[in-house]
């Protein structure tokens, strides 16, 4: 598994909106500048289906992240399992109005772990931005 984490000045019933939120998604889940996500599509219930359109801004590329809901505990678990049957769990607590996430994932075998790492934390980092500075 993989470990990735991040605290957020913000309470969590806000970043927990915020992160499954299909509107709030197409806003920061990316993991660079010249990325994006023009389509975000969830049914967020145990069973659920979720399609993230992640695209190159430049149109030279794009692919569909996505998978089923495994686990919703509100504003404290979320896990998934991915299209090719990777797992994922995050984790969300609170204390004096900011919030920890904590998120493990199993690797894919293209790519090296560094590399996965840095780039869901890379959006990860966004999505803390994207709460701590939205108004």
Not at 83 to 98: I, N
Request: with cysteine; charged share 30%.
């Amino acid at each position: 598994m993989i470990h990735i984490q991040t605290t957020i000045s913000a309470p969590i019933l806000d970043v927990w909106e915020k992160y499954n939120n299909p509107d709030d998604i197409q806003q920061w889940n990316h993991a660079t500048d010249d990325w994006h996500c023009p389509k975000a599509e969830s049914e967020f219930i145990v069973g659920g289906h979720f399609s993230y359109t992640m695209a190159a801004k430049d149109g030279s590329f794009s692919f569909d992240f996505e998978g089923r809901f495994t686990e919703i505990i509100p504003e404290k678990q979320l896990s998934y399992e991915i299209a090719d049957g990777r797992k994922v769990d995050m984790f969300f607590s609170e204390k004096d109005e900011q919030t920890h996430i904590d998120c493990d994932f199993e690797p894919e075998t293209v790519n090296s772990e560094e590399m996965q790492q840095s780039g869901w934390q890379a959006i990860l980092d966004n999505f803390k931005d994207y709460v701590e500075n939205k108004k």
